[in-house]
Nanobody, 125 residues
Framework: QVQLVESGGGLVQAGGSLSVSCAAS????????MGWFRQAPGKEREFVAR????????NYADSVKGRFTISRDNTKKTVYLQMDSLKAEDTAVYYC??????????????????WGQGTQVTVSS
């Protein structure tokens, strides 16, 4: 079993930066690939970024590529999402998710086994 707790959301102006974190407990963190998803009101949950177990592979949605950076610290059992050059359309609840299976590309929410409760990110224009 894995528990995930996000933190760091808030309100920021367009063009600004914000960092969100996700602390994990339970299962060995280094055995989990980690992802970030987001869900805006009235929209489906969408993939944002993913990082491999060791941290040497990262994938991003086209909409955030070059602006967002996913990272992890396995000693702290924490995954981070640094968001720069934020836009109003980045406004959403951001969720971290954990995937303990091998062989998944992790672009779909159904590929993840555990989820956090989400943290609100609001970008004002």
């Amino acid at each position: 079993q894995v528990q995930l707790v996000e933190s760091g959301g808030g309100l920021v102006q367009a063009g600004g930066s914000l960092s969100v974190s996700c602390a994990a407990s339970g299962r060995t963190f280094s055995s989990l690939a980690m992802g970030w998803f987001r869900q805006a009101p009235g929209k489906e949950r969408e993939f944002v970024a993913r990082i491999s177990r060791s941290g040497n592979r990262r994938n991003y949605a086209d909409s955030v590529k070059g602006r967002f950076t996913i990272s992890r610290d396995n000693t702290k059992k924490t995954v981070y999402l640094q968001m720069d050059s934020l836009k109003a359309e980045d406004t959403a609840v951001y969720y971290c998710a954990a995937d303990f299976s091998l062989g998944r590309d992790g672009l779909r929410a159904t590929e993840y086994d555990y989820w956090g409760q989400g943290t609100q990110v609001t970008v004002s224009s």
